[in-house]
Each structure stands twice: as C-alpha cells, then as structure tokens.
C-alpha cells in the first residue's frame, strides 16, 4: 500500500520517530536511568496508586496519528511512574529481590537493539556458545560437579514445568506425548509443602493433576521433607497401583527458606529410580559462597537444579539458570523438529529451543558475561554475605524488643518475625500500614497455619543503614 503525501503535508513515517533521533533519546533514558536509581531512597517503595488510578490516565484507544517523543516521555512520568513498586529500591524487603545490577542492564539494552531470536544455533552463534559457556562459569561458580549441563530458561516455573514433563515421559517410557495420559498408569510426584507453588502449576500444566502431588511432612530447623516419610509415601502409592514420576525438593523455599536434605532425599530417589527436580531459585544465588553449600550437601546426585539469577545474583529478569545431569532426557522430552527448524548441515549442534517450552527466545546469556565479568565472584560473594550478616543481625535485634518474636530463624538472608500478642488480622495489619507508609516494604507468609512476617534482605544497593532504618521503622508502626 503506498502512503501517498497529501494537501503538502509530510508523510506519516517522516513524523513518527527516526533513527536519527534514536541517540539523541538513548541518551535522554539512560540520564533518567541514572537518575532515577540516585532518587531511589525518596520514593515509596510500593507504589501508592488505588486500583484504577493509571488505567483512567491512559486513552483508551490507540492514536492514530504519531505522537512526539517529548509528549510520550512527559506522560511516562506523569501516568507510570506514580504507579511503580520499586524493585531496585534498597529498601525492598518483600518477596525475593529481583535485582538490575547496571552492568546487567547495558548488557540488556545491547540485546534489546540487536533483537536477535535465539532459538536455534544458527539463529545467532554467539547467543548459543555464551550460553553455553556462561552457564559453565555459573556452575562452577556455585560449586557444581562437571556432569552438569546447563540452559537458560525464562523463569523457574519454566525450568521445573520442563523437569515435570521430563519426570512424565520418563515415567511413562516416552509415549505421554504420543498416546496423551488418559489410559496411561496414574503418575505421583512427591514434594514438601515448602515448594513454590510454581511446583503445582507444573503439575497442572503437564496433566498429572493436583490429587497426584503428594505432600511429604517436614520436620527439623530447616524444615525439610522427612525422608523416612516420603519413603512410606512412595511404597504406599507402588502397593495401591500409582507409578511415582519424580521429586521435586527445594533449597530455599519461598515461604521461610526450608531446604531439603538433599542427602537423604536424594537417596530416596536413586532407590526408587525417581527424577529428581531441585528448586534453588531464590538460593541458588549463594551457593557462590562456599560455606552457604552445606544447605543444600548432596545436590551432586540431582536430575535437575534451577536458579534464578534474576533474583539474588544480580542478573535483570528474567534469566533462570537451569541444569541438568542428562540433558537428552529433557530433549527428548521437548525437541521437535519440523522442516523449517531444521539446519541442514549443522547437525549435531545445541539448539537451546529443544531444552525449553518455548521456541522463541531472547539472548539472556550476555547479562551473564557483563555482570560477572564487571564484579567478579568475589565482590558478588561480599554483597550476599553482607546481606546473610544483617539479616542475621535484625532478627537478634527483633528477638531483643519484646515487641516481637521470631518465627524461623534466618535462612541465608531472610526470616520472619510476629507481633507478640497479636492475631493474625493484627499482623496483616501491620505489614499494610508499614507498606502505606512507604519508606520499607516487606510481605507475609502462612508459616504453620498461622500469618508470619517475612523479611529478606537481597536487594544490590542495600546498605547496613537501610537496615537500621527498617528497624527503626518496624518498631514505630508496631506501636
Ligand atoms: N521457586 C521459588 C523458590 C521462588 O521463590 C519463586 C519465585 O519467587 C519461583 C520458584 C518462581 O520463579 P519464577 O518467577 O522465575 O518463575
């Protein structure tokens, strides 16, 4: 269709944005970036919108002629950022950090301009081999034995749905996805009910169905499923004619951080001949640090481990890094070859699309290379184990004012905590009136049935000031 000049007037693509002012914007966003992470302490931390508020700020159709830059960029302050809960604030205490450290972010940048699909070798050599061997430099990094290969996923619900459907078609001598489920031997996978619910979607999405997730109690400081218990479970399910697929244990559950002993765990497994699935996505990150690895002792003898190095590490979302002992089972699992993937002559090669649900993917790996090339492990290892020392030193600090009591001790950097005396409507309370005011933010968890308070430390810029600050605030809006 030609767009044809009318009454003098210049032709749409001359109006709309050109290359030619691309620098000139570049520069404009990466002052404000600037900019914006030096202001970051003066703003709330969660966003104080009401429902609503940035949807009635937006029109509700697109335009249809062009808008200019300036206006775009105006509205971007005026509609969106009132509406940001600030991640990279240093006071973020809630959930698990999801940290942009700047070399991770130009990384990111470089490939948002590149925009290259990554599905296949050939589609960008260089996304493959980095991939590759970024996912070396982490293995080692976090003390891993050689026989491990690893991929980068898009996130760790994507990385244990892949071990899911790994454990079926294993389970299932490879026909699942062939003959489908119905008629096929009623599968078990086994877990603690410290998982990540991300473990359930899993099992959802790969039709084992919920009733066929066995939740194995937990018991110890650490709150680890009971070996002996998950043995029980398995033989019980064998004698009753179900077919166990696989155990899904955890390093750092999001909850209160529990962690698994692998030992046992995985002993369990090898006896059963069951695939076994790890989730270290929050943790994973510190086992840079040689003497946080005995939380997770016998991880050797794993299938599958993921973690995330968009959370602690410091690597912008979304990059999860994803290993495996045998990496054809999982191809096996997920490869399919139609005639317009395949890449004649390159045979042999990795093709990451055929390690992950999706086919399209993005080139994550190059965060990987600024990042820990720009730090080094060793000033990456010095924020984690900062972040472990005060979050260890905040909790004595909370056992100290009688105010509050401990719920679990700190795991790595995060604990929770309760208000003495109070219910469960008053701690929920609390933690609203602490995320209204906005100068911290922290979240809940049910721990034993009953609310607890979490509270981890992980964010990239958080200092031991910060800390003393959230103290200093806890205490103020307990009263
Ligand atoms: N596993 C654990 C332990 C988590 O804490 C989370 C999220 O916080 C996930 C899995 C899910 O991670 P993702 O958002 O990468 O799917």
């Given at each position: 269709i030609l767009i044809v000049k009318q009454g003098g007037q210049k032709p749409l693509w001359e109006i709309s944005m050109q290359w030619d002012e691309f620098s000139e914007w570049g520069a404009k966003v990466s002052q404000w970036a600037a900019d914006y992470h030096s202001t970051?302490?003066?703003?709330?931390?969660?966003?104080?919108t009401k429902p609503g508020d940035v949807a009635a700020l937006i029109s509700p159709s697109a335009p249809e002629g062009p808008h200019p830059m300036t206006e775009i960029m105006k509205d971007f302050e005026r509609v969106v950022m009132p509406g940001i809960t600030h991640w990279?604030?240093?006071?973020?205490?809630?959930?698990?950090p999801a940290n942009a450290a700047p070399p991770s972010m130009l990384a990111e940048m470089l490939v948002s301009t590149i925009a290259?699909?990554?599905?296949?070798?050939?589609?960008?050599p260089a996304a493959t081999e980095m991939e590759t061997v970024m996912l070396d430099w982490l293995r080692q990094a976090i003390g891993l034995p050689k026989h491990f290969s690893g991929v980068i996923q898009d996130s760790a619900s994507s990385a244990t749905l892949a071990a899911v459907l790994t454990m079926r078609e294993r389970a299932l001598n490879w026909s699942g996805n062939q003959a489908?489920?119905?008629?096929a031997a009623r599968l078990r996978i086994y877990c603690s009910?410290?998982?990540?619910t991300s473990v359930d979607r899993a099992i959802w999405v790969a039709g084992i169905?919920?009733?066929?997730l066995v939740r194995i109690p937990i018991s110890g400081k650490l709150r680890s499923m009971d070996p002996q218990a998950l043995k029980v479970a398995i033989q019980s399910d064998i004698a009753a004619g179900y077919r166990p697929a696989g155990i899904i244990a955890c390093t750092?559950?999001?909850?209160?951080g529990a962690c698994d002993d692998l030992v046992e765990v995985l002993k369990v497994s090898r006896e059963f001949n069951l695939y076994s699935h790890i989730d270290?996505?929050?943790?994973?990150?510190?086992?840079?640090?040689?003497?946080?690895r005995e939380l997770w002792t016998?991880?050797?003898?794993?299938?599958s481990i993921v973690f995330n190095p968009?959370?602690?590490?410091?690597?912008?979302?979304d990059c999860s890094a994803h290993f495996l002992a045998d990496p054809a089972s999982l191809v096996k699992t997920l490869a399919i070859q139609p005639e317009y993937l395949k890449t004649h002559g390159h045979d042999?090669?990795?093709?990451?699309?055929?390690?992950?649900?999706?086919l399209g993917r993005r080139f994550r790996a190059l965060k990987l290379w600024f990042l820990l090339r720009s730090y080094g492990l060793e000033a990456l290892r010095l924020r984690l184990r900062n972040h472990v020392i005060w979050a260890v030193d905040l909790a004595d600090r909370l056992k100290g004012n009688s105010q509050f009591e401990i719920v679990t001790e700190p795991i790595l950097s995060l604990f929770t905590f309760r208000l003495v005396g109070a219910d469960d409507t008053a701690q929920i309370d609390f933690v609203n009136r602490i995320n209204d005011d906005g100068r911290i933010y922290i979240t809940q968890t049910k721990v034993d049935g009953r609310i607890a308070i979490r509270f981890q430390i992980g964010q990239f810029d958080v200092t031991e000031a910060d800390i003393l600050f959230a103290y200093d605030v806890m205490c103020e809006m307990a009263v």
């Open positions: 970051l302490r003066d703003r709330p931390v969660r966003a104080q990279q604030h240093p006071r973020f205490f809630a959930y698990f290259a699909q990554c599905m296949l070798w050939q589609t960008s489908g489920l119905s008629g009910a410290e998982v990540h169905g919920q009733d066929n750092g559950g999001t909850g209160t270290a996505a929050w943790a994973g990150a510190g086992m840079i640090c040689p003497e946080f016998g991880v050797d003898a794993a299938d968009h959370k602690w590490l410091g690597a912008q979302f042999g090669l990795i093709n990451y699309s055929e390690w992950s649900v999706p």
